[in-house]
């Protein structure tokens, strides 16, 4: 399948230092192709069992189509915040909102296919719905709820069926002791 450059091709990501300090603004496609640092977050969403609701990013994405990650991801537009960006990228992608709690953030830089290189300093999200899901078949493949536990060993058994910041935002999520993730083990994998 011969994958579609993304619909906001022209957007532009807010381009940081490794203090979050802005340093100016680029595309997005062109921020991924040279591998510019730049601000991203990260949602994670839990039912009150505590488990996880996963999505499997949508076949035609530029970059990770195909692969699971957590409930949704994006990019802060100029001048909006991380937070306000985080509720859009829910609803757009999952077709909910719920109340979304800043949790950590952290610089990874990852090459991806394609020849494109995630290097974004990520903002972790937390939130709890127990709701159904409306996924946006644009985004999203599929969806489910897992437990952290069935997540962590499949990650390691399979990493290859995961996006390259899953495995870094998950046991850095678990180490923050919320009660979301508190009593949960999950290693980290790289």
Request: net charge negative; aromatic share 8%.
């Amino acid at each position: 399948m011969e994958l579609r450059p993304p619909a906001d091709i022209h957007e532009r990501v807010v381009l940081v230092d490794r203090d979050d300090r802005q340093v100016g603004t680029a595309p997005k496609l062109a921020v991924h192709v040279d591998g510019q640092l730049h601000r991203a977050f990260s949602v994670f969403v839990f039912d009150s069992a505590g488990n996880t609701l996963l999505q499997r990013r949508a076949a035609g994405k530029y970059h990770s189509a195909g692969l699971w990650s957590n409930t949704c991801c994006g990019h802060p537009r100029p001048g909006e915040p991380s937070g306000a960006a985080a509720h859009r990228r829910l609803r757009e992608e999952m077709g909910f909102d719920c109340g979304l709690r800043p949790t950590l953030s952290f610089v990874y830089r990852r090459d991806l296919e394609n020849g494109l290189i995630e290097h974004e300093l990520d903002r972790v999200f937390v939130g709890q719905f127990d709701g159904t899901p409306v996924p946006n078949p644009d985004e999203v493949d599929d969806w489910r709820w897992v437990d952290l536990g069935v997540v962590a060993t499949d990650m390691i058994a399979n990493p290859q069926l995961y996006s390259a910041w899953f495995p870094i935002a998950l046991p850095k999520l678990c180490a923050t002791g919320l009660p979301e993730v508190r009593g949960r083990v999950v290693r980290r994998t790289g």
